[in-house]
């Protein structure tokens, strides 16, 4: 079994390479994204930026990292304040439409509590930022729904993009732990338990996650959940909060034992694909480790360095909080 330092490595550099892997097909349909062979090969071209370029999903990700480990403890202030810094900075790559309000508000107004997205606007900006988070709770797993439903709401009011990064935490927390038999009922079931009281609904559908995941048409029922009216007839993962945390979920359960299946398989679904690799990259990252990430993708990712000198660091905070 892995080290709990290389989980930790494992999460925030796999966060950061799945996403540097998705983020060049990011709005495209499944069918027109390369193979499993060749999105592992090397880092395909991403307009404009240099190869293994990650997006948002990533930055928020690290801004979150960087508060904890200097403040050794969650400050909503202080993690408001270095999202925004991304925005006052023109420094966010690829940013999504509540993340953008929610920034923009607390430049004007320095205020975390009432910075989010209104209701209505369930996207999943909360669950591309949240797997990381999960490592922080392993010994507090009680804390875990109320704080990151804190940090979720600094962008997103929505119920349901909130449970969506409780879900993804505590998805993260549950593959982190060496006491966690794997098996998908009962990881659907506490991950379900973990954001129930935030919106049942959304809770409901990752509870049934483990059936539809046996279906032949699991894709489809995915990539459709939680809309009567379907933007698109043919499925792909838009970046709305649902689809994006079950596909996530669905494809752990499909691949638990291989970063580079769980992560190429999300890819492959289409549409929102940056935000799959990052979460999925992170979520498979905290169970199986860096050494289950390819080396080369690992060493040529941008600021592959100060990625891993972060996760060092969050790894002893992590390590001091027990
Ligand atoms: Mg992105």
Redesign the pocket.
Known sequence: MPELRSKVTGAVLGCAVG?AMG?PF?GLWGDSIPTRDSLLDDYHLYDGYPSGQ?????QLTVATVESIVRLQGIDLYDIATRIAQLWHNHAV????GACTHAAETFLITADWSTMGAPIGQAGNGTA?RTAVLGLWYRDRPEALAEEVADISRLTHQDPRSVAGGVAIAEAARLLSDDQFVFEPTSFCEAISARCWEIEKGFAQQIRDLSLIAESHDAVQQIAFAGQSNPEFDRPIITPYVVPTVLASLYCVIKHPDSWSDAVTTAIRLGG?V??LG?IIGALSGARLGEEAIPKHLLANVQRSKALRLLAAKYHAAIANSA
């Open positions: 996403d983020a990011e990650f997006t948002d999903d990533t790559i690829g940013p999504g591309m929102d940056d935000t990052a």
